[in-house]
């Protein structure tokens, strides 16, 4: 087993090559890594629908599929499912930050902004709904997979692709999602070191973030920070996880991950709230 340690640099400083390239080559580079792993779970979506025909409802689009009784039931399961339906979805918006360096931006941004989300939020309803077609409807079956998801045994997602695409499908999966994680990290590495741009361009942050590359002409230097601050947070998410009493390579890391995405969550409804505040 490869510790996890060592892979982690790996990411924030390929991520950097891109980036100062411009954007034309970090968006190249997103598209080419999300549609790879796009096509796996195509794949994985149709298989289920075909193996799984037989067992299709409209059960979990109903009130009946929260499981609740009550009408307060239904709301309360209603209301913790849009919570990991905005979380997951944060991070759609930073597209803006990038309109000054493509063409026609008051039309492609919106445009190219809302065909993403929308064949997103129709892409996670698929493979959920695939997956619950592969485990059942029952309480008990989705319960049972959600404690394997959160457990550090092997994700209950990984075994159903497995059991459609083989080893070889499995393996190709696992990098696809390694990939896409790169490329959502590059995605927002661009986006922030735009928002440092613009912020000391308008004179709310020191000028040389102002900056931009002589041949390039990307952001560098925000580009440099906003690497810094993210080494900094995942070094402070593995503080945290290893106070909470844990030491070994892959349960660290796990939980820091938890750590570090309950920070981000937290810090982008405070920053929904000081928008909005300001409007």
């Known amino acids: 087993m490869i510790n996890p340690l060592?892979?982690?640099?790996?990411?924030?400083?390929?991520?950097?090559?891109?980036?100062?390239?411009?954007?034309?080559?970090?968006?190249?580079?997103?598209?080419?890594?999300?549609?790879?792993?796009?096509?796996?779970?195509?794949?994985?979506?149709?298989?289920?629908?075909?193996?799984?025909?037989?067992?299709?409802?409209?059960?979990?689009?109903?009130?009946?599929?929260?499981?609740?009784t009550t009408p307060t039931g239904v709301l309360t399961a209603?209301?913790?499912?849009?919570?990991?339906?905005?979380?997951?979805?944060?991070?759609?918006?930073?597209?803006?930050?990038?309109?000054?360096?493509?063409?026609?931006?008051?039309?492609?941004?919106?445009?190219?902004?809302?065909?993403?989300?929308?064949?997103?939020?129709?892409l996670y309803i698929l493979v959920t709904y695939a997956i619950l077609l592969n485990i059942g409807y029952t309480q008990s079956a989705i319960n049972n997979f959600v404690s394997m998801a959160e457990g550090m045994g092997p994700n209950p997602v990984y075994t159903l692709i497995e059991h459609y695409l083989g080893t070889a499908g499995l393996i190709l999966f696992a990098i696809s999602v390694m990939l896409s994680v790169f490329g959502c990290y590059l995605a927002t590495l661009n986006a922030t070191a735009r928002m440092l741009y613009g912020m000391a361009r308008d004179r709310l942050l020191p000028a040389w973030l102002a900056e931009t590359h002589?041949?390039?002409?990307?952001?560098?230097?925000?580009?440099?920070?906003?690497?810094?601050?993210?080494?900094?947070?995942?070094?402070?998410?593995?503080v945290a996880a290893y106070v909470s009493g844990y030491v070994k390579p892959l349960e660290l890391t796990y939980n820091a991950m938890e750590d570090a995405y309950a920070i981000d969550s937290l810090y982008y409804v405070l920053s929904l709230i000081l928008v909005a505040i300001g409007a």
């Not at 360096?101 to 065909?115: A, G, N, Y």
């Not at 390039?216 to 690497?227: D, I, N, V, W």
């Open 6 to 68: 060592i892979l982690l640099p790996i990411p924030i400083v390929l991520a950097l090559i891109p980036a100062v390239l411009g954007i034309r080559p970090s968006v190249r580079t997103e598209m080419t890594l999300t549609s790879i792993e796009i096509a796996i779970l195509l794949m994985f979506v149709i298989l289920s629908f075909i193996t799984n025909i037989n067992k299709l409802s409209v059960l979990p689009f109903t009130a009946q599929g929260t499981f609740a």
């Open 78 to 122: 209603l209301s913790g499912g849009l919570i990991f339906a905005i979380t997951y979805f944060m991070g759609f918006e930073v597209s803006t930050q990038i309109s000054e360096e493509v063409r026609d931006p008051r039309r492609s941004v919106p445009t190219s902004t809302l065909w993403a989300t929308v064949f997103m939020g129709i």
């Open 214 to 238: 002589p041949r390039y002409k990307s952001p560098h230097k925000a580009l440099y920070l906003s690497t810094a601050v993210a080494v900094l947070t995942i070094m402070l998410a593995y």
